[in-house]
């Protein structure tokens, strides 16, 4: 990325997002209603979007049932679904300045982050399953003699993707490349507070060759078009991201309706253990400034809690603070900011509340928690110690750049502090031991461990959670079990 903040500039000022639903291969105006998205670096109009209601809704899974039940998607060869998703992959990586500048404009998140991870992640994604498609096997199982026995995987059919604003293109790209690849059709509702990258990727997935219906985007926000999508019965998978009081919600529209299965990635508590004996102590102690302020904080799996042996915690405090004054935060369009705005100023005020908790709770502040001036939605990096881990603090998903300090003094308190909480998405282990490194992680109730590092991995690798993050998983092969129905086939010879 060579652009320059002139540049950004210049490209935001051009930039005309279009605004309506693709369905069925096609933009659809529906019926005219409609929402307005702004830009969280000033507040400034962006679009105003088509609002999805129960008749878009319609339209959008009528069309994805047509594909399924008698389009050619799922009809053709795996290799072919695969081919279409490798076009697909190309067309996002020919549009990716474009598409990283929606992002960033859309949602706040830095142009450079937008461009070199978002966009890196969502091509890589439609690539790699792209390349899969014909390389997933069936099974024949030795039953007897006399019997042919077959267990074959077929797509599960219409899926509705609901996405968060935090990722908007690698959420949508996780949840759309594995259904697709299976052979499912899909109805992608992305969050109303960034619907413009999504409606672009449904415009690009028709340009890639998709057959129409394959892929169809709605906009509009969760009470409205969520709930339509979530209860509809002409979807068979439901697959979410995002908040676990909405998790719930999906769920109980699957039991209203018609018992759709509803896979769930869900908050995020996520501790940071930091042991006396890491190999390197500030590259711990700046990763952890990095984890918690990277996207604003905005990040289910972000390490909010920093669980620190009090015998290094003076230290390690010392260099995340510093870290977090050091942090360049400011618009999201420059390429040297490193923290740009929260996604509106509610959120910000959501943050801001916890600030003000976390004082009143006994926590200490040691930077941050201020708004900062200009005209958008800024907060400056925050950092807490001496949190109680009983505290609303230490329990509650913030979802913003508020890191809370916890010390330790032995490894069975740390891992009992770790597992405090009801969720169990991620965490995070710092020690160069390697029996402590695998035998705390098999106690870490959450579905990633990183040891030694934080935030790694490729798409070899399952991502979901435990607990109250939900279930299911994200990536790697094991994807493709959420959008699949296992066949059995016993043939008497």
Not at 104 to 111: A, D, Q, R
Not at 346 to 372: D, I, K, N, Q, W
């Amino acid at each position: 990325m060579n652009a320059t903040y002139d540049d950004w500039l210049q490209a935001a000022a051009s930039l005309t997002p279009h605004g309506e639903h693709h369905i069925g291969g096609a933009d659809e105006a529906g019926s005219g209603a409609r929402f307005t998205v702004t830009a969280p670096r000033d507040g400034t109009v962006l679009a105003e979007v088509a609002d999805a209601g129960q008749v878009e809704v319609d339209l959008a899974v009528s069309a994805a049932r047509r594909a399924f039940d008698s389009g050619p998607w799922p009809r053709m060869s795996p290799a072919e679904r695969g081919q279409a998703l490798l076009r697909l992959a190309d067309l996002i990586e020919e549009n990716r300045s474009e598409l990283a500048l929606t992002i960033s404009l859309e949602m706040g998140k830095p142009i450079s982050d937008a461009y070199n991870i978002e966009l890196r992640a969502a091509v890589a994604t439609f690539r790699w399953y792209g390349s899969l498609a014909d390389k997933l096997a069936d099974e024949s199982p030795h039953a007897s003699p006399d019997v042919l026995a077959l267990v074959t995987r077929e797509p599960s059919g219409v899926v509705g993707a609901v996405v968060p604003w935090n990722f908007p293109l690698t959420m949508a790209a996780w949840k759309i490349a594995p259904a697709l690849v299976s052979g499912c059709t899909a109805v992608l509702k992305p969050s109303e507070e960034s619907p413009l990258s999504a409606l672009a990727l449904g415009r690009l997935a028709t340009a890639a060759g998709l057959p129409p219906g394959v892929l169809n985007v709605v906009c509009g926000d969760g009470p409205g078009t969520g709930r339509a999508l979530g209860l509809h019965p002409d979807v068979d998978v439901l697959a979410f991201t995002g908040s676990t009081a909405v998790g719930r919600h999906f769920l109980r529209y699957a039991a209203d309706s018609n018992l759709k299965r509803v896979w769930l990635e869900l908050g995020g508590k996520s501790p940071n253990i930091i042991l006396p004996d890491t190999p390197d102590l500030d590259q711990a102690a700046q990763t952890a400034a990095w984890g918690i302020f990277f996207n604003q904080g905005e990040m289910c799996t972000a390490p909010s809690r920093l669980l620190v042996h009090s015998s290094i915690a003076d230290s390690v405090i010392a260099t995340v603070v510093e870290r977090a004054r050091a942090l360049t935060v400011g618009d999201p369009l420059d390429p040297a900011t490193e923290m740009g705005a929260l996604v509106s100023e509610g959120h910000r005020e959501r943050v801001l509340g916890y600030v003000e908790t976390g004082t009143a709770e006994g926590a200490r502040l040691l930077t941050g928690g201020t708004r900062m001036d200009g005209r958008g939605y800024y907060l400056a990096p925050t950092v807490f110690d001496r949190v109680d881990p009983a505290s609303r603090l230490a329990r509650e998903e913030i979802f913003g750049p508020v890191l809370s300090v916890i010390s330790f003094d032995d490894l069975d308190e740390a891992v009992e502090l770790a597992n405090a909480t009801e969720y169990g998405l991620a965490a995070g282990l710092w020690t160069a031991d390697l029996s402590t490194a695998h035998r705390v992680s098999r106690r870490l109730r959450a579905g990633t461990v990183w040891v030694n590092c934080y935030e790694e991995g490729d798409l070899t690798v399952p991502f979901g959670g435990m607990k109250q993050s939900g279930h299911g998983r994200d990536k790697s092969a094991h994807a493709i079990d959420k959008y699949t129905d296992l066949k059995t086939t016993w043939i008497q010879l």
